[in-house]
């Protein structure tokens, strides 16, 4: 049974990633963290426990991060919605979140299960940060660091050079590439082209029939529009279900590579840019697993099995 900790700002993808995630046999989730990003954290631990509830999970949900570490907020309406779940103004959730602090949760959820975590971020990345920084210790307590955020030397998704978690907090981004975890970078491309979900695949899902299929595709219609009318997509791009994918199911990955990547702090015009040194020559170490391509067919079974 492997365990997973699941860092999040939930919005539409996001919820699709929980989904996935608490629909498989050999995956324990022991905790889902909040963390500011799409939505505030109060909306975002609405989202999270709304979603668990459709999954008939109970995993606890702690709220942590409410701003970046340096910068204002920049939340995602205009792609996720004004309720962060395609304006579907889901009914209130059961449960509560926990009263800990997420930051906490992440240290001491490390330190019990030394070298079991697989760690799981699909937000910006200020919680981990925090943590890092209050207990740099943690880092080599981490089994595998799957990292939804960046662009490897591609385009971005909120600027012309950086991806919207890393964009949010460039700062929390930096020091945690920096932590010496064992990282893997999910950059939001590989959720474009062919890996998009097209108007018959979001049918096919959809005749599904289930509570889950229903929540992933009707939660998800304002990410629908926004990628077609603003990124010129062809159907439903779902990065944070994809970075799941490839953490359920390594052999996901058709090409990926180690290398040294920093992140861009300084400048106005690459914010947030994750700067991937391809050809070494920079001659750093590598810090990062880099995901270059998947399997498109075998990321469309796995959402597929987990949402039947």
Not at 49 to 58: I, Q
Not at 166 to 186: L, N, Q, R, T, Y
Not at 275 to 284: A, F, G, Q, R
Request: charged residues 20%.
């Amino acid at each position: 049974m492997r365990k997973f900790l699941i860092d999040t700002d939930t919005a539409s993808d996001d919820a699709v990633a929980l989904v996935m995630a608490h629909n498989r046999s050999d995956v324990r989730v022991v905790a889902v963290t909040i963390v500011n990003g799409n939505v505030p954290v109060e909306q975002g631990a609405k989202n999270a426990l709304y979603t668990l509830e459709v999954c008939n999970a109970s995993t606890p949900v702690y709220i942590g991060c409410t701003k970046p570490i340096l910068r204002e907020c920049s939340y995602a309406d205009w792609f996720h919605g004004s309720d962060g779940m395609g304006n579907m103004h889901y009914p209130n959730p059961n449960r509560k979140p926990e009263s800990e602090h997420a930051v906490d949760i992440i240290i001491n959820t490390l330190k019990t299960y030394p070298g079991e975590i697989t760690l799981v971020t699909l937000g910006p990345l200020t919680n981990i940060a925090t943590a890092l920084l209050r207990a740099p210790e943690i880092a080599s307590l981490v089994e595998r660091c799957v990292i939804m955020g960046g662009a490897a030397n591609t385009v971005g998704n909120v600027t012309p050079a950086a991806e919207y978690n890393i964009w949010v907090d460039p700062e929390a981004a930096k020091i945690v590439f920096h932590s010496g975890m064992p990282m893997e970078m999910v950059g939001w491309e590989l959720s474009r082209y062919d890996a998009a979900l097209t108007p018959f695949e979001i049918e096919t899902v959809t005749n599904f029939g289930t509570q889950r299929a229903r929540l992933a595709m009707e939660s998800n219609k304002t990410a629908l529009e926004a990628s077609m009318k603003i990124q010129g997509a062809s159907g439903l791009t779902l990065a944070d279900p994809v970075a799941m994918a490839v953490a359920l199911d390594p052999d996901i990955v058709t090409s990926q590579g180690k290398y040294f990547v920093d992140v861009e702090i300084t400048s106005k015009l690459t914010r947030g840019a994750t700067v991937v040194d391809e050809l070494s020559v920079l001659h750093k170490n590598p810090n990062m697993a880099v995901v270059w391509a998947i399997d498109v067919l075998r990321w469309k079974e796995n959402l597929y099995r987990c949402l039947r």
